[in-house]
């Protein structure tokens, strides 16, 4: 990584927007509905199933949430309209987890009924770790009322070696990530802090859990060392490819996703949109400096 590139990754966040929109514009399909629509019609037939996600999260009030769901079931109309099958994913705290609970969980219910109705599925990303005990139990307490619905956990966090299996052994389709949120290292795995290679080894007996209890399981990552040792680990359990996906970021590694498609693994990709985009993008090239300098310089230059 040069310094050019260590140095627009870090300045981000001085940038004029609208510099910063057509750097990241690859990450995000748009700001409209319409956007994430036909992009997705696009993926789909290049082979990709797709998830959508409506951008923003931490609601300040219950405005917001009730904002949130009528986008969301705004979002579920539209797909049905367009004949799109995809599924989408949710930010708890975009509908109140931290504010309340209780309207949190009757906000997802309704949402997951509207997806059930139309055939599709609903993702409950999880975030940080005030959030994790508040989304196992409410997820638990929906899938027992029939949402169509699973939900993600982070490799880098020490409970979810116990967390994963118990709920991959009741039934429940997972989807397994590193994690990206900053938390106390108590909380995590030992020197993943530090070095993510340290997280491989969690993420692996975690996909391993979910193999060995014959559940649906959703793979996030971009790591293909990992990819490998994930795609050998199926081979080993003699798992078909219709119980499992990867999953990727939009703008993120096509080549890669272009592979593995071509080796008959299901690459799903995570295509967000909304108003909401710039903290998203922010965070993307953030976490991403030799491509934050290879757009600058492509910028610049004209």
Known sequence: M??????????IGLLPR???????AR?????????????SHRLISDGFPVTLDVLGESARDLADVEAAERAYLALLDELAVGHLAADISLKPTALGL????????????????????????????????????????????????????????????LRTAEDTPALAQAGHPLRICKGIYSEPEALLVPGAADDRRRINAPFLDAVRACFEAD????????????????????????????????QMLLGVCEPLR????????????????GADWYAYCVRRLKENPRLAGQIARSIFRR
């Open 18 to 24: 609208p510099l910063v929109q057509r750097m990241a």
């Open 258 to 273: 272009e592979s593995l498609r071509d080796r008959g693994v299901t690459v799903r990709v995570y295509v967000p949109f």
């Open 98 to 157: 931290l504010l309340d609970p209780s309207h949190c969980e009757a906000s997802i219910g309704r949402i997951a009924a509207r997806a059930r109705a139309l055939g599709l599925t609903v993702c409950m990303d999880m975030e940080d770790s005030r959030c994790t005990q508040l989304e196992i139990d409410m997820f638990l307490r929906l899938r027992a009322a029939g949402a169509p619905a699973s939900l993600a956990l982070q490799a880098y966090l």
């Open 215 to 246: 559940v649906f399981v959703s793979i996030a990552t971009h790591d293909e060392a990992l990819i490998d040792a994930v795609l050998a680990l199926a081979g080993r359990h003699a798992v078909d490819n219709a119980r499992f996906e990867l």
């Open 2 to 11: 040069s310094l050019f590139d260590s140095a627009v990754s870090h300045g």
């Open 27 to 39: 990450y995000v399909a748009g700001p409209r509905v319409a956007d994430a629509i036909a992009l």
